[in-house]
Nanobody, 123 residues
Framework: VQLQASGGGLVQAGGSLRLSCAAS????????VGWFRQAPGREREFVGG????????DYADSVKGRFTISRDNVKNTVYLQMNSLKPEDTAVYYC?????????????????WGRGTQVTVSS
C-alpha cells in the first residue's frame, strides 16, 4: 500500500483543519493507520491512529478531545480532524500504515509512510 497525506496549511489558534491520508492498493482494509508529527528539532511523535476496521481510534494525551481519526475503507482514506488547534500543534504531519489489526505508538512498527503535510498554527 502507498500513502499520500494532504490537507495541511496555515490556521490561527483555535481553528480547525482536516488532514486526509489516501491509500492505493486493494488491501488497505488489512492495515491499521497511524498519524505522527514532527516539529523542527524534535523527534517524530505519535498523534493517534485507527485500527483496520475503523471501530477503534487511539490518541496521544496531548490531542485527546481535540483530534478525531476516522477511516473510510471504501474510499481508502483515513482522516485526521483537528479542532481547537494550538501553536504547539505546528509540525509536519505524516500518516503511516502497519499490516496489523491495531495501531502502535512506535514509528518503527509501521511498514509504509506517506509524505508529510505541513500544519502551521499561528498565535
Amino acid at each position: 500500500v502507498q500513502l499520500q497525506a494532504s490537507g495541511g496549511g496555515l490556521v490561527q489558534a483555535g481553528g480547525s483543519l482536516r488532514l486526509s491520508c489516501a491509500a492505493s492498493g486493494r488491501t488497505f482494509g488489512s492495515y491499521a493507520v497511524g498519524w505522527f508529527r514532527q516539529a523542527p528539532g524534535r523527534e517524530r511523535e505519535f498523534v493517534g491512529g485507527v485500527n483496520k476496521t475503523g471501530r477503534r481510534s487511539d490518541y496521544a494525551d496531548s490531542v485527546k478531545g481535540r483530534f478525531t481519526i476516522s477511516r473510510d475503507n471504501v474510499k481508502n482514506t483515513v482522516y485526521l480532524q483537528m479542532n481547537s488547534l494550538k501553536p504547539e500543534d505546528t509540525a509536519v504531519y505524516y500518516c503511516a500504515a502497519r499490516y496489523a489489526y491495531g495501531v502502535s505508538s512506535y514509528p518503527n512498527s509501521y511498514d509504509t509512510w506517506g509524505r508529510g503535510t505541513q500544519v502551521t498554527v499561528s498565535s
